[in-house]
């Protein structure tokens, strides 16, 4: 059995990966880490809760084996693998001990508050490639099984060649009033709407285009504070701008120079949603869009289903160029499904040293469109290419500077 360790215990550990872990009957967290030791005991006691409610054999090794740490780099002399869930300001730094010990890792999304500070750190890409590290980015959706039927969909050429994708993310309004730093200062996330939300989005479109496309410019439609002065609920009468939708256009190209756009659109405001037409009236989280040569797949559509008892499918709409209509459905899956998948993938290519899922450059380069895409609002509008991006960045990195103040004066330079 493969074990982890998991630093930083707050919000998304609590609600989703403990959950995912918890199903895992081959990896067993050994450790909680987090500057908050009341946070890192409560979560090792929602994992042994949830260990037993699962009725998973794990447990009996967890109740023996699983500690709580005040110090990461101790945590990680005792584990296999580690799982980064801090705020993003943090995240380098973790992945940076990490990857000197030789340990997997799992990271939750965005790698880095920018592109910088993963440029700035040249041994950490070529550690985990040297040393053969196993790493995921953790990003909604596309461990889930319906995410994943899609791309399959679409790469079977049920709609032939494809011509161009929309994915779009939101989430609901969070009341003009924000607890987390990392949300409203662009210091410790490097963005709003866009870094947060964003990356799920980007995830969906680059696992649905598949390997032949490469990201190489971005335009930024619209990166923008619709709600122009909120309030912070953990610091009374502090007022923050922050952009809280992100609409973005990505250019996407392949070996031979044929390209194709993706658009993306990351938002906070629930209301402000794909032109108001979603294909269900269920008030989705996400849409999706292919536009391809022999048709256009959308995603999602709810239909009842006809087995006994009576349920919902959960699937794609296929409208042909001949303007013929099909559904793929699939039964819809369980909750949190998608994160016992993410880890048992994770142990899996511990275990057989094999491709995990998404990997490193793809968390790099989702951090440099959505530098271009910051560069392009600076510069009005106009398509950035990821190669103008990295060289802004490299001109604006104070150099000399500890590595956090080169990339805060990257941060500043894109305001
Ligand atoms: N995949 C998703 O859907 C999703 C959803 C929410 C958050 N996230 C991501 O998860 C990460 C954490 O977000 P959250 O909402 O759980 O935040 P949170 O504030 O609820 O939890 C963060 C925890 O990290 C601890 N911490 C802070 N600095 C630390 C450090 N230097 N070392 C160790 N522990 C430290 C805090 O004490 C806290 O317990 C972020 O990267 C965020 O973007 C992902």
């Known amino acids: ?30 450790g909680f880490h987090d500057i908050d030791i009341n946070a890192a005991k409560a979560a090792k006691q ?31 002399d005792d584990v296999d693998a580690v799982d980064i869930c801090t705020p993003p300001k943090h995240h380098v730094m973790a992945l940076g001990l990490a990857v000197e010990r030789a340990k997997h890792v799992a990271c939750e999304k965005p790698l ?19 040393k053969k590290l196993a790493f995921q980015l953790h990003t909604q959706a596309i461990w889930n099984p319906l995410i994943e039927a899609g ?27 924000m607890n987390l730093a990392s949300l409203w200062d662009m210091h410790h996330a490097g963005g709003g709407a866009l870094m947060d939300i964003g990356p799920h989005a980007y995830s969906v479109m680059w696992y649905w285009l598949g390997t032949r496309w490469t990201p190489v410019a971005t335009e930024a439609k619209l990166l923008k504070a619709t709600v122009p002065v909120r309030t912070i609920a953990s610091i009374p ?22 390209e194709i756009t993706g658009d993306l659109e990351a938002t906070w405001n629930q209301k402000d949603w794909c032109d108001g037409d979603v294909g269900t009236n269920l008030e989705p989280t996400l849409y999706y869009e292919v536009h391809g040569t022999k048709g256009t797949l959308t995603f999602p559509n709810i239909v009842p289903s006809n087995s006994k008892p009576t349920s919902l499918e959960v699937g794609f709409n ?11 459905g699939h039964p819809i899956p369980m909750k949190r499904i998608e994160e016992s998948i993410f880890f048992e993938e994770l ?69």
């Open 46 to 76: 929602r994992y042994l809760t949830l260990l037993a409610k699962a009725k998973n054999p794990v447990l009996d090794v967890a109740v023996k084996e699983t500690k709580t740490y005040d110090d990461l780099s101790t945590m990680l």
């Open 347 to 415: 142990e899996s290519a511990i275990t057989s040293g094999g491709p995990t899922r998404n990997n490193f450059k793809f968390s790099e380069d989702m951090l440099a469109v959505f530098g271009a895409a910051y560069l392009s609002k600076k510069n009005g509008g106009v398509r950035t290419t990821l190669d103008e991006f990295k060289r802004f960045a490299r001109d604006n990195a104070t150099p000399d500077a500890p590595v956090e103040h080169q990339v805060s004066a990257i941060i500043d330079a894109l305001q």
């Open 237 to 258: 009468n502090t007022r923050i701008t922050v952009e809280d939708d992100a609409h973005i256009i990505i250019a996407w190209r392949d070996k031979k120079g044929k």
């Open 318 to 328: 296929v409208m042909a160029a001949d303007g013929s209509k099909s559904f793929l």
């Open 151 to 177: 791309r399959d969909a679409v790469q079977s050429g049920i709609i032939g060649e494809i011509e161009k994708i929309r994915v779009l993310h939101q989430t609901a309004d969070p009341k003009h009033a």
């Open 1 to 30: 059995m493969k074990t982890i360790g998991i630093t930083g215990t707050g919000f998304i550990v609590r609600t989703a990966h403990l959950p995912g872990l918890a199903a895992c009957k081959n990896l067993l967290v050994k």
């Open 112 to 130: 880095a508050r920018n592109w910088w500070a993963l440029e700035a750190s040249p041994s950490i890409g070529k550690g985990i490639k040297a």
